[in-house]
């Protein structure tokens, strides 16, 4: 595979957390229309079925884009790469505000979902400029902004939109992400590409990434397992919380910022992971997910108020288990092989998106044929189960395996 050698230089905490904001910008814009569908339905005169595309467009979008176009991190200048899915973020967002009707509001979604993969370019450019003694730490980082983008996104359209019109919050996205990109085309230097493969070549090349290490496939099957998890608690919270508690949408919504505290994991572990190694902290991260999912079991035997608390104990739990599980992995991917950073990353968050997926169809499902404490023994099996590879996983490289990662 012919490459370009790369460097490691230092990286600068204001750079960190330009990259740290860009990432959550990005990906914040995926998430901005969930919570104004019920606004679209009446604005844009379109039915409930048909404004459900808009979400899952967005979805689509970004599936394919991290599929297709993530993997050109390594065949092109990232920050290039991240230039032009910036500026063409901005303009799909903008597209989104000045929709006259809801075709062109699902267009405009799908587009936004393939441009928000930037937060997928992001992500491997840390690593990419941060020295590897410090790696774990930086890559924690973005991925702090980027979960935090994802938490706090919903919260802040659905007060936007309440006060201001929706169109509003896709034009400030807009702003805010061409401000971000402006700033990051400034500020980072050029970042050579790490192979000089024809792009049919490098898509042909992540099977055999794939197949070659084990410890990326492990890795992945246990993030999306725990993803599972995650997702379902997420997309069914709402509705329990209004069934249960008679709580409306923005109280939800305000739990975001119980898991936002949960994202601040995010720097620890990826500091714990460069000094003890990253496959402690994995095995630290399912644990500790899996007990806070465990812990909502009690739930019945308490009163109301201290159920809301103990809810949000677990969300903080569980949300710091899988931040920094998610980091630890990135970082023993990372180090399998420089020049693939960007196909190996794209890979794993293959599996990480099908995870999500997977936890939403079978969280509502769920909730609806078996209440709260269904969802509650699904929680606890993703995360048991994503503990189980892990620990495997230190048995069999104990033994021998020939994972070139623990």
């Not at 809801?102 to 997928?120: D, E, F």
């Not at 890979?347 to 609806?368: N, Y």
């Amino acid at each position: 595979m012919p490459t370009i050698a790369s460097h490691e230089p230092g990286i600068s905490g204001r750079t960190v957390l330009m990259l740290a904001t860009g990432a959550g910008f990005a990906v914040a814009s995926i998430y901005y229309s969930q919570p104004m569908l019920g606004i679209f339905v009446n604005e844009l005169h379109a039915g409930v079925s048909t404004v459900g595309l808009v979400p899952t467009l967005t979805q689509i979008g970004y599936a394919l884009g991290i599929l297709l176009l993530a993997p050109l991190g390594d065949r092109h200048d990232r920050r290039q790469v991240m230039v032009v899915k910036g500026l063409l973020l901005t303009l799909a967002l903008l597209l989104s505000a000045f929709s006259g009707g809801i075709a062109m509001l699902l267009v405009a979604s799908l587009a936004v979902g393939i441009a928000a993969t930037m937060a997928q370019d992001i992500v491997p450019a840390a690593a990419t400029l941060s020295p590897a003694a410090k790696r774990g730490k930086t890559v924690g980082t973005v991925m702090t902004g980027l979960l935090l983008g994802i938490l706090l996104s919903r919260v802040l359209s659905g007060f936007v939109a309440e006060y201001f019109g929706w169109r509003s919050m896709f034009g400030a996205a807009a702003l805010m992400v061409v401000a971000i990109t402006l700033v990051l085309w400034r500020s980072l230097p050029a970042i050579p590409a790490a192979t000089s493969m024809s792009y049919p070549a490098l898509l042909s090349s992540m099977r055999h990434l794939w197949t070659g290490y084990n410890a990326l496939r492990r890795a992945t099957l246990a993030q999306a397992l725990l993803s599972v998890g995650f997702s379902a608690f997420w997309s069914t919270l709402a509705v329990m919380l209004h069934d249960t508690y008679q709580l409306g949408s923005a109280t939800a919504g305000m739990f975001g910022l119980a898991g936002a505290a949960g994202a601040l994991a995010a720097p620890l572990a990826g500091s714990l992971a460069d000094r003890r190694g990253p496959g402690l902290v994995t095995r630290i991260g399912t644990t500790l997910a899996t007990l806070s999912f465990a812990l909502m079991f009690l739930l019945p035997l308490l009163s109301a108020p201290y159920q809301l608390t103990l809810i949000v104990l677990s969300a903080i739990g569980f949300d710091f288990g899988v931040q920094a599980t998610l980091v630890s992995h990135q970082a023993i991917i990372f180090s399998l092989e420089p020049a693939a950073r960007s196909r190996l990353n794209a890979l794993m968050f293959t599996g990480v998106f099908i995870g999500m997926a997977t936890g939403s169809a079978l969280g509502s499902v769920i909730l609806e044929y078996a209440g709260w404490q269904g969802v509650v023994v699904l929680l606890t099996l993703s995360g048991f189960s994503s503990m189980v590879v892990r620990m495997t996983g230190r048995r069999k490289t104990a033994a021998g395996c020939r994972s070139p990662v623990k």
